[in-house]
């Protein structure tokens, strides 16, 4: 299979010459790698950091590839891949999304610091607002909407953010505390270790996600209702510490767009208001938005340009309200 799919794509890319044929043969050794969900969360990226310091072609551009032909060479090659699972055009779009995300980031093509340099050149209209703020830890408290490690995006809203501190306001530290996967229940679980200890002054926390996947897979304490409670808890422990708790609510993820979903959206924000609390309405700012071009082909999570849309509205947000 590797070998079939390193032909179709070196028949697209050769005309270019911008990378040999073993390359071409690597890169889709690791889009097949990347199908298998242990191996995908282990050896792909450790070995595509042992290929970039051997300078391999591994990035689209690097390959000589453009969406269009990635689109072409998934649907030619997605019948013909045999894996225990059903191999569509989607999916296999998606492993070379990865693999070109991994093999950006790991050679710094686009990175947190290449993204908040670009909203640097942006010139915000809040630049001068957060240049003027005296100095404060804030941390960010989720999942994997906030973290830069997820294939998604270049870089996690909270370290974009952190980067641009670096150059308008070094007083500023910005501490990413999201982990992919985790819920409320997580959340408390952790809470004290990855925020509490560390003495933020704010901590803007979002989760959401995976307590509805957990309600939508029936799993035993997931119910919107148990969502409510544990976000409450989560503002009352850090009111406690004295620090500043910022919920805000969630985007729209098609994957899980309707009314259920949007509960949970309605949960955050009852709960603020009960309590007195400010809080970031994601949701809302987002409902005049062509917020699809923001979601990555997996349809749940953030791209790079939803991350750099969600990295402006807090910087904005903070601006006007820290």
């Not at 007083?171 to 990855?194: F, P, Q, W, Y």
């Not at 803007?204 to 509805?212: A, E, T, V």
């Not at 939803?306 to 947000?317: K, N, Y």
Request: aromatic fraction near 10%.
């Amino acid at each position: 299979m590797e070998e079939l799919l390193a032909r179709s794509i070196w028949k697209s890319t050769k005309a270019s010459k911008k990378a040999s044929y073993p390359e071409v043969k690597i890169f889709a050794g690791l889009v097949l790698l990347t199908m298998d969900v242990v191996k995908d969360q282990t050896g792909v990226q450790d070995i595509i950091q042992f290929c970039v310091k051997l300078d391999f072609a591994l990035s689209w551009p690097e390959l000589g590839l453009a969406e269009p032909t990635v689109w072409r060479i998934s649907k030619k090659m997605a019948g013909k891949i045999r894996k225990p699972y059903p191999v569509d055009a989607n999916l296999l779009h998606m492993c070379f999304v990865k693999i070109n995300m991994w093999a950006e980031k790991t050679k710094g093509t686009r990175s947190a610091a290449t993204l908040a340099n670009e909203l640097l050149a942006e010139k915000l209209p809040a630049r001068k607002k957060l240049a003027q703020l005296k100095g404060r830890r804030i941390a960010f408290f989720g999942d994997s909407l906030m973290t830069t490690l997820h294939w998604g995006a270049h870089a996690g809203y909270p370290d974009i953010i952190a980067e641009y501190f670096k150059t308008v306001n070094p007083t500023m530290e910005i501490m990413n505390a999201g982990i992919g996967g985790h819920s409320t229940v997580d959340a408390l679980k952790r809470i004290d270790r990855d925020i509490i200890q560390k003495k933020p002054a704010t901590v803007f926390f979002m989760f959401g996600g995976n307590d509805f996947y957990g309600e939508r897979n029936k799993t035993q304490g997931f119910t919107l209702e148990a969502f409510k409670r544990r976000t409450a808890k989560i503002i009352a422990e850090l009111t406690r510490q004295k620090i500043q708790a910022i919920p805000m609510t969630l985007p729209p993820i098609p994957e899980f767009q309707g009314p259920k979903f949007d509960g949970y959206s309605d949960k955050i924000s009852q709960v603020a208001r009960s309590v007195q609390a400010q809080f970031v309405d994601i949701r809302l700012r987002t409902q005049a938005l062509p917020f699809e071009s923001f979601i990555a082909c997996d349809h749940i999570h953030l791209n790079t340009e939803g991350q750099l849309w969600m990295a402006r509205e807090i910087l904005e947000w903070i601006a006007v309200n820290l």
